[in-house]
């Protein structure tokens, strides 16, 4: 069983950046990709950014450019950059680990984008 930690949300203001880190443990040797999906108030869960263990990376179209996901195997950790954020961009993010067999989330971590 795979089990998947987010971290490194907050409040930051229009223009800023943050970097949010999702760390999975448990039987990680069957994870053939991670990623990230969002859920503002009121609004579907919608996908920011995929990465395979391949090395290919996927990403909403309204994202690119803003925001990077990366991945460090040694630390079994995938991690997202996010520059120029707006305040549409306030919502949970919410970290997934895929398998063969399933998909894992993590519980959130809470963006604000607000002066």
């Known amino acids: 069983q795979v089990q998947v930690v987010e971290s490194g949300g907050g409040l930051v203001q229009p223009g800023g950046s943050l970097r949010l880190s999702c760390a999975a443990s448990?039987?990680?040797?069957?994870?053939?990709?991670m990623g990230w999906h969002r859920q503002a108030p009121g609004k579907a869960r919608e996908l920011v950014a995929r990465?395979?263990?391949?090395?290919?990376?996927q990403y909403a179209d309204s994202l690119k450019g803003r925001f990077t996901i990366s991945r460090d195997g040694a630390k079994n950790t995938v991690y997202l950059q996010m520059n120029s954020l707006k305040p549409e961009d306030t919502a949970v993010y919410y970290c997934?680990?895929?398998?063969?067999?399933?998909?894992?989330w993590g519980q959130g971590t809470q963006v604000t984008v607000s002066s």
């Open positions: 997934y680990a895929d398998t063969a067999r399933d998909r894992t």
């Open positions: 448990g039987l990680i040797s069957g994870i053939n990709a």
């Open positions: 990465i395979t263990w391949s090395g290919y990376t």
